[in-house]
């Protein structure tokens, strides 16, 4: 079994159905570590020590947050910024990420075709997660493709909360079928391997 690091982080959370179904969600996933991260630190004091052991007491650390002008709210990026530090996370006998996993779990106000050369965004959503990405390649650890909810401000959210609880089970089990894995996931294109019991 993998150790999950589930990590919420939105500033109006009250405001988001989505987002919060989602936290609900994993609350009910047995064996998954959920923090949210603007509760603990409300004023950016992030504890670096404290942030850095979760990080290697876990196998995988999936980030859930709103999509803001194309990155992550504010406190996602501080939070990466101070924990991933030269030293730990990279650069010389930085290699302490070496092997485990990163994900996002993203909520995007616009519909799915607007992430296209022909939407309104013009780039595919991978293109706008390419900092995370290469992060993840420079701490040496595997970017798995992230679970999205597209078009969240109208989305019921039931769907999506319901799906993400599956992913948690999935990667918790390693159950989650990487190799058929598309770009993108969303509730209803989770790759699970045949005789998944979630």
């Known amino acids: 079994m993998a150790k999950v690091l589930h990590i919420f982080a939105h500033p109006g959370r009250g405001s988001s159905r989505i987002n919060m179904a989602q936290w609900s969600a994993a609350q009910a996933v047995d064996g998954i570590t959920s923090l949210d991260l603007y509760a603990i630190y409300p004023r950016y004091d992030i504890d670096i020590e404290?942030?850095?052991?979760?990080?290697?007491?876990?196998?995988?650390?999936?980030?859930?947050?709103?999509l803001f002008w194309y990155s992550a709210p504010a406190l996602v990026k501080e939070w990466?910024?101070?924990?991933?530090?030269?030293?730990?996370?990279?650069?010389?006998?930085?290699?302490r990420l070496k092997g485990k996993s990163l994900m996002l779990a993203l909520s995007a106000g616009g519909p799915q075709d607007?992430?296209?050369?022909?939407?309104?965004?013009?780039?595919?959503?991978?293109?706008?997660?390419?900092?995370?990405?290469?992060?993840?390649?420079?701490?040496?650890?595997?970017?798995?493709?992230?679970?999205?909810?597209?078009?969240?401000?109208?989305?019921?959210?039931?769907?999506?909360?319901?799906?993400?609880?599956?992913?948690l089970k999935a990667l918790?089990?390693?159950?989650?079928?990487?190799?058929?894995?598309?770009?993108?996931?969303?509730?209803?294109?989770?790759?699970?391997i045949e005789g998944d019991p979630t």
């Open 50 to 66: 404290v942030e850095q052991q979760r990080l290697l007491d876990h196998d995988l650390v999936l980030l859930q947050f709103p």
């Open 80 to 95: 990466i910024d101070l924990t991933f530090e030269h030293g730990f996370a990279y650069g010389h006998d930085g290699d």
């Open 114 to 167: 607007a992430y296209n050369p022909e939407g309104y965004q013009h780039f595919p959503l991978r293109t706008f997660l390419t900092p995370f990405e290469q992060t993840a390649r420079l701490c040496q650890m595997h970017f798995l493709p992230p679970y999205v909810q597209y078009g969240a401000l109208r989305a019921d959210p039931a769907p999506h909360a319901k799906g993400f609880a599956t992913l």
């Open 172 to 192: 918790r089990d390693d159950r989650l079928d990487l190799p058929r894995a598309p770009e993108v996931l969303t509730h209803d294109t989770l790759p699970l």
